[in-house]
């Protein structure tokens, strides 16, 4: 590798990024067709609602121990709740106030990264332009959970980082389809109806 | 000209029928262990299904999906629900699920005597009704919920990407 080859190895970004820095920021692509281009960038209220939904599902997560070191007699609830979606081994879970969270390692990942996605993904432009240019790109963020479930003998910390990285942009498009949901999309051209 | 989008109705029932009946059954329906893959696998089916007879110029957003997913998580719990209350009529199932939730909990810890006695009145027969009622909520909110994840993943993966042509 010589000293000039990781300028010429990012010139296709560099040329992208000119092409691109010009438009309008929205949380799609201005010029494509697709409806994404036309949902707002703005953390709105509906923003907010999937965002503290998401922070609320997190926090039950970690509300079962600390319930079940106070004897709540309801906690046994909260573990239910989220026993028929993960396996709640207590050697594969983090461990809170003596007691193993509601849901394991690697889901307490993916709430993780469902949560922290919803928070980065506005301040992530050319990462987001990326994901919504081509949406099945989504699948590449599947294929370390993939590698470590089948291939690798996995830790706590590949579990949780793996669950992490699999369901971050996943809040990103949950935001977007709540958006769509709510606020009628723009007939473009006569392109599209909405029910 | 505006395009009508074919119902969501019959790939939803398909999707829905689908986890609802793999959850439902004994050795399968483990696979929900991993973050619930059968009901999100059910709302990408969904998803599938439906993109198939979208018309070409219409680009499906993932709100579309999301609508998707609601229908297919409300078929999804209703059918497992079902499913579950007559696997509970032979002794198995709703309360053998609390039971394992308990059981896996008390090789590691102290149970306070107060949540004992609260899972047993809960498990034994004189109040299994009320344990299904328990069971339909809990399955209607986590089939909505997982399924709405797979109807929007579904219509990233499956949505055709629009042509210039088409603009």
């Not at chain 2, 619930?36 to 680009?59: D, R």
């Amino acid at each position: 590798m010589k000293a000039g080859d990781g300028v010429i190895a990012l010139q296709p970004l560099m040329r992208w990024r000119r092409a691109h820095r010009d438009e309008a920021p929205s949380l799609g692509i201005p010029g494509e067709q697709g409806p994404e281009s036309r949902v707002p960038l703005s953390r709105s209220s509906t923003y907010w609602i999937v965002f503290g939904a998401s922070v609320l599902w997190l926090a039950l997560v970690f509300l079962a121990p600390y319930g079940l070191a106070r004897g709540w007699p309801a906690v046994v609830f909260l573990y239910a709740l989220f026993h028929p979606i993960c396996h709640q081994i207590p050697e594969r879970s983090f461990w809170l106030f003596g007691h193993p969270l509601a849901v394991c390692h690697r889901c307490t990942g993916l709430y993780v990264g469902f949560a922290t996605g919803l928070l980065l993904w506005p301040s992530l432009d050319v990462a987001r332009r990326w994901l919504l240019e081509t949406p099945r790109r989504v699948l590449l963020f599947f294929v370390p959970m993939l590698v470590d479930v089948f291939v690798i003998e996995n830790t706590y910390l590949t579990r949780f980082s793996t669950g992490l990285v699999a369901s971050f942009p996943v809040g990103l498009l949950v935001w977007i389809a709540a958006e769509q949901l709510i606020r009628p999309i723009p007939v473009l051209g006569g392109k599209q109806t909405h029910e | 000209m505006n395009e009508a989008t074919p119902s969501k109705l019959m790939p939803a029932l398909i999707g829905g029928a689908s986890w609802g009946v793999a959850s439902a059954l004994p050795v399968v329906g483990a696979v929900n262990c991993a973050c619930c893959a059968l009901v999100i696998g059910g709302g990408v089916l969904a998803a599938f299904l439906w993109l198939k007879e979208v018309p070409p110029t219409y680009q499906a957003s993932y709100g579309d999906g999301a609508s998707l997913g609601v229908v297919t998580g409300v078929f999804g719990a209703v059918v497992v629900t079902i499913l579950t209350a007559l696997v509970q009529l032979v002794g198995l199932g709703g309360a053998a699920q609390l039971e394992q939730a308990m059981s896996q909990l008390r090789e590691t810890q102290d149970i306070p005597p107060e949540v004992e006695e609260l899972v047993n009145a809960l498990t034994s027969g004189t109040v299994s009704v009320g344990l299904i009622l328990i069971l339909i909520i809990l399955w209607l909110v986590l089939g909505i919920l997982f399924s709405i994840v797979g109807g929007i993943v579904g219509i990233a993966i499956f949505r055709k990407k629009e042509t210039p042509a088409q603009a």
